[in-house]
């Protein structure tokens, strides 16, 4: 029989906070989080893909000029659908000219905004089967796709589509600062290496015999 001076027993309730801990609590709701640290990789983009933007911007100013005057079809620039990280999508601009890489730097905006890294897998398009083959979709996913690759530097005319996407796999599998850097090296190296022997081939064309005969020189002596 329960004593009518005795109250019914209540379920134990914690400790209300203070008043300084709700306000606390309420300013720490309001703070926005803080952005998460860039990685070594982000880091290289933003530091080397500025400066090259900023070193480019002269030449790609003056093509885009080119480009206007002559009022190709088309426009100065390319549009194009491509799929970025985590499956999602983001249009390609790149100048209509591949003299120079100039079409490659153009695309150098796309890596400071962080759509493009500076290395990293080819950018496909949305729907292309090489996205969806088997084991593929999801290292591609987890990538942002590069100015320039493993693939694009080794690439050969003969070489087949399903050797360039072991090449991207490969890179997913094991890439780092270190490997980024090689890769910048010989994407850097291949053009230039290129244009010396341009210019070598057009020296020996022009340099000949008959420049260093003497006057009334016969070639019977």
Not at 56 to 64: E, F, G
Not at 96 to 106: G, I, N
Not at 190 to 201: K, N, V, Y
Request: hydrophobic share 40%.
């Amino acid at each position: 029989m329960r004593h009518p001076w005795r109250t019914a027993r209540h379920p134990w309730q914690p400790p209300r906070p203070s008043r300084a801990a709700r306000v606390l609590a309420a300013l720490r709701a309001l703070t926005p989080a803080a952005p998460p640290r860039p990685t070594a990789k982000r880091t290289l983009d933003l530091l080397l893909g500025s400066a090259l933007l900023l070193l480019a911007t002269p030449a790609l100013a003056a093509a885009a000029l080119v480009l206007a005057v002559r009022r190709r079809p088309g426009g100065v620039l390319t549009r194009s659908p491509r799929t970025g990280l985590g499956g999602r999508p983001f249009v390609l601009r790149s100048l209509r000219t591949r003299r120079l890489r100039l079409d490659a730097l153009s695309r150098l905006p796309h890596v400071v905004r962080g759509e493009l890294s500076l290395v990293g897998p080819e950018p496909l398009a949305p729907g292309d089967e090489r996205g969806a083959a088997a084991g593929a979709r999801d290292w591609r996913r987890e990538l942002k796709p590069g100015l320039t690759g493993l693939a694009q530097v080794r690439r050969r005319s003969a070489m087949p589509w399903d050797e360039a996407d072991l090449l991207d796999q490969h890179y997913a599998g094991h890439h780092g600062l270190a490997l980024d850097l090689a890769i910048l090296a010989e994407a850097a190296y291949t053009p230039l290496r290129e244009a010396a022997r341009g210019l070598t081939r057009r020296g020996q064309a022009c340099l000949s015999d008959t420049d260093h005969r003497l006057p009334n020189y016969s070639a019977a002596e």
